[in-house]
Every structure is written in C-alpha cells, then in structure tokens.
T-cell receptor, first 114, second 116 residues
C-alpha cells in the first residue's frame, strides 16, 4: 500500500522568511509526486509535480521541491514567503503501476505572519 | 475549457433525504475522481473512474453512497439516505492518462454539503 505523511499540521513563519514543508511517502513501486495548494473555500491547485528527470522541480509562485528517492521525501520549499502564501498545502502520490490512485497527505497549514 | 464543474456549490439537506452531487470533467480527460474533505479525515479518495468505468470504490464509506459515470462528460455521487456525519466538502477531479507529461489532476470548486 502507499501512504503519504505530512508530519507538520501547521507551520507558522514570518513574512519574507524561508519555509520548508515536509512530505514523506512509502510505496513498493515508483511513484509520481505532487504538491497542491488550497486557498480558503476553494479547490486544489497544482503547485508542482515530479514525474521523472531532474530531482529539483520548480513550480508556480516561487515554490520548488526536491525528490529524494533514498529518503523517500519530496519536501516543498520557498526562499521568501508572502502573506498571500497562507493556505493549506497537500502532498500527493500516484503509483507507477496499473493502478492510478491519487492519494493525499493530511495537509500542512502554512500561516504567514507580518 | 472551463475546468471541472461541480454543482451545486452548497447543499443543505435534512437527515434522511437523498442528495445528488454532480460533476462535469474537463473534456478529453479519461480519469475522474471523487474526494471527500473533512477536518478530521482530510482528503479521502472515495472512488475513481477510467473511461467511465469504476476502477476502485474501496473508499466509499458505506452502501448509502453510490457513484455513476454514464458518459465521459458527467458523473454523479449520490447519498441515500443522508446523515449528519456526511457533512463535508466533496471534490471532483479529472485527469489525462497516467504516464503522459500532462499527468495532473484538476479539481473542481467543491460542493459543501450540510446535513441537518
């Protein structure tokens, strides 16, 4: 079975500070990896994805993530956050086999303070 | 394309009533997912379809829940009878086939269901 773990339920940071949101996964097969963002009362929007190739992936709004196969991690980073980055962030995986279950982690609430 | 369209955006119903949530996926997408989001459980995958065929419904909580996809442009999630614990935001998402560079699930705005 596959699972996604986001250990931090909430991450408070000050504006313009760097941030890292952690994501670890477990799977018996290779996976595709995603980060989604959810603003209040809205659906989920894709930030970035790793399918193959370079392990450092850049996404929208200045976010990036690095796939680390040995540590089964896909942490999300931003060097300088804005108030507008306050939202819920979800890590997700898809198994690279015949199934196509898109499974989400429990989410991390990023709270950016002035 | 207008994206994934869900209706209604909000639904308030009394316990015991039947509720039907609707979803129109992005044209050309062959995967469709139904999720439920609550504070306690987060985002749960209820069921997903490939080419209109249900592939995995192991996340459907009980027999009161059913989902159909009669054609490539429409899906429904039905709860009958509804209970207060079904109150949640229900999301529909669609995607192109696995393995393409376009592998990405696009989400609708969700339906906020309140059962009183």
């Amino acid at each position: 079975a596959q699972s996604v773990t986001q250990l931090d339920s909430q991450v408070p940071v000050f504006e313009e500070a760097p941030v890292e949101l952690r994501c670890n996964y477990s799977s018996s097969v290779s996976v595709y990896l995603f980060w989604y963002v959810q603003y209040p009362n809205q659906g989920l929007q894709l930030l970035l994805k790793y399918l193959s190739g370079s392990t450092l992936v850049k996404g929208i709004n200045g976010f990036e993530a690095e796939f680390n196969k040995s540590q089964t991690s896909f942490h999300l980073r931003k060097p300088s956050v804005h108030i507008s980055d306050t939202a819920e962030y979800f890590c997700a995986v898809i198994r690279m086999d015949s199934s196509y279950k898109l499974i989400f982690g429990s989410g991390t609430r990023l709270l950016v303070r002035p | 394309d207008a994206g994934v369209i869900q209706s209604p955006r909000h639904e308030v119903t009394e316990m015991g009533q039947e509720v039907t949530l609707r979803c129109k996926p992005i044209s050309g997408h062959d995967y469709l997912f139904w999720y439920r989001q609550t504070m306690m459980r987060g985002l749960e995958l209820l069921i997903y379809f490939n080419n209109n065929v249900p592939i995995d419904d192991s996340g459907m909580p009980e027999d009161r829940f059913s989902a159909k996809m009669p054609n490539a442009s429409f899906s429904t999630l039905k709860i009958q009878p509804s209970e207060p614990r079904d109150s949640a935001v229900y999301f529909c998402a669609s995607s192109l086939s696995l393995g393409t560079t376009s592998t990405e699930a696009f989400f609708g705005q969700g339906t906020r269901l309140t059962v009183v």
